[in-house]
């Protein structure tokens, strides 16, 4: 069984920085590709930034050009730095594990809070 565990999140002004870190209970990288969702009050949970399964990046529209999500493998840990935060970004934030070629997500973490204010 996977484990994933999220910190770094909280209450942060518009136009400021938060890092997201999401530490994997072994080394699963070889087997899953990370992202990173998020689900805001009264809304779906939303895709934000992940891995593809060719190895590149891809980022919600919303969130292009702010966020970057990167890992260290040896740590096994993936990371979403998040700059220029907006209200809008308000959200529990999850960090994911899919296999390569799925969609369908096999491991969530408990999801981190971040609050934006305006």
């Known amino acids: 069984q996977v484990q994933l565990v999220e910190s770094g999140g909280g209450l942060v002004p518009a136009g400021g920085s938060l890092r997201l870190s999401c530490t994997a209970s072994?080394?699963?990288?070889?087997?899953?590709?990370m992202g990173w969702y998020r689900q805001a009050p009264g809304k779906q949970r939303e895709l934000v930034a992940s891995?593809?399964?060719?190895?590149?990046?891809n980022y919600a529209d919303s969130v292009k050009g702010r966020f970057t999500i990167s890992r260290d493998n040896a740590e096994n840990t993936v990371f979403l730095q998040m700059n220029g935060l907006k209200p809008e970004d308000t959200a529990v934030y999850y960090c994911?594990?899919?296999?390569?070629?799925?969609?369908?997500?096999?491991?969530w973490g408990q999801g981190t809070q971040v609050t934006v204010s305006s």
């Open positions: 891995f593809t399964s060719g190895g590149n990046t």
């Open positions: 072994g080394s699963i990288f070889s087997n899953y590709r």
């Open positions: 994911a594990a899919r296999l390569y070629y799925r969609d369908r997500v096999a491991y």
